[in-house]
């Protein structure tokens, strides 16, 4: 009996030391403790986003995030690589074949072309006959490793988020996990053609967009719940404050109303349930050692919230079990309509605002 009793002991034993070599010797990550707010506001849930009806169903390949130009053509990724785009008939076209897995942020500019964060190669210009570089790198610094949103002020500026300086875009549950200031806020200069560090050490720094007088611009940073304000004119100019924090999730792309309030995409990830695990450094680094055990790690259904330029949450719209539509990335208001990026669905989503 005690000699079987042993034996279990020491198998248990082995096992243990067997996960812990594997961790000490494969775990890419090291981790901080993330405390999702325990305040965070509560509103009723919803299924609002359950009434969304579903554009290019089938041929769009999880759409990020998405814009429309002047004439109301709407622009979207893909994760074949290609910009595809609406018109106002509502016929689809394959624009520009960018090419990759990794298309991100989608902006128009004042010069006619689309900007484009894609995660690997950095910023890019779209026009009818391709796609060029802007931005791979930082003037005389370091590579972009994670371009994701973009948006120009009037004055020409670009302004984009670098997510992650330690993980690309395969690997950012690497770098929600990790939950360190990997990434930070970026500007492109077009007269001079440089690129400089607006903020450095940003918790994954994910959408950004521009105050209706261009005053501020806001950045919401994934990891920490929250979006910050940066002056970009006036007395406060070059400093930053808390727009809104205590968000319910994970706040991904923002976008400005037409209204000067703002939408913001809102990740639930499971993982945020189980407090003990995202508190937890070894247990992030035990899930960072075995892939197969970050499948388990996904954003719940789907959330976008208004936020009014007061930095206070108006209205939440939900469909919690992402019946109809999960995983939003993105919500553009246009014309009287809400639009949603995905990157889970096959289609770009579209709601009547009541
Ligand atoms: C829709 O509009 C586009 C752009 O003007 C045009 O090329 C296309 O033929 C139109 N499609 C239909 C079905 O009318
Ligand atoms: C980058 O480095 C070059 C060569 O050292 C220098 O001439 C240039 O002024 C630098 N640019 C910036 C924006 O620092």
């Not at 790198?137 to 009037?154: K, L, P």
């Not at 999960?326 to 709601?351: Q, W």
Request: proline letters at 5%.
């Amino acid at each position: 009996m005690a000699g079987g009793w042993l034996f279990m002991a020491g198998a248990a034993f082995a096992t243990l030391l067997a996960i812990a070599t594997h961790v000490a010797v494969h775990c890419p990550i090291s981790p901080l403790p993330l405390s999702p707010p325990s305040s965070s506001l509560r509103f009723p849930s919803n299924n609002f986003l359950q009434g969304t009806e579903k554009l290019g169903e089938g041929r769009l390949n999880r759409p990020e995030d998405l814009c429309f130009d002047e004439e109301g053509i709407m622009y979207t990724v893909t994760r074949d690589g290609w910009i595809e785009r609406m018109h106002r008939n509502g016929s689809w076209e394959q624009w520009v074949l960018v090419g990759g897995p990794s298309l991100l942020g989608i902006a128009t500019s004042s010069t006619g072309a689309i900007l484009l964060c894609d995660a690997d190669k950095g910023l890019l210009k779209v026009r009818d006959e391709g796609a060029t570089i802007l931005a791979s790198q930082v003037t005389n610094g370091t590579r972009i490793r994670f371009a994701d949103d973009v948006i120009e002020a009037s004055d020409g500026a670009v302004y984009f988020t670098d997510a992650s300086s330690k993980f690309g875009f395969e690997d950012w549950l690497l770098d929600y996990l990790e939950a360190r200031p990997n990434g930070r806020l970026l500007k492109y200069e077009p007269s001079t053609k440089t690129t400089s560090e607006v903020l450095p050490y940003l918790s994954f720094p994910n959408g950004v967009a521009l105050s209706e007088g261009e005053d501020y611009l806001v950045v919401c940073e994934t990891l920490r719940f929250r979006c910050l304000k940066h002056w970009l004119k006036g007395e406060k100019k070059g400093k930053t404050d808390v727009f809104i924090d205590n968000l319910p999730g994970h706040p991904d792309n923002v976008n400005r109303a037409p209204d000067g309030s703002f939408w913001i995409a809102l990740l639930q990830m499971d993982l945020d349930r189980f407090g003990l695990i995202s508190r937890s450094p070894m247990a992030k680094r035990i899930l960072a050692s075995f892939p197969a055990l970050q499948q388990m790690i996904k954003p719940k259904g789907a959330m976008v919230a208004n936020v009014g330029a007061d930095g206070k949450i108006r209205r939440i719209f939900y469909d919690s079990d992402g019946k109809v539509i999960s995983f939003v990335t993105s919500a553009v208001e246009f014309e009287g309509y809400l639009f949603l990026g995905s990157l889970d669905t096959n289609f770009v989503g579209k709601l009547l605002l009541k």
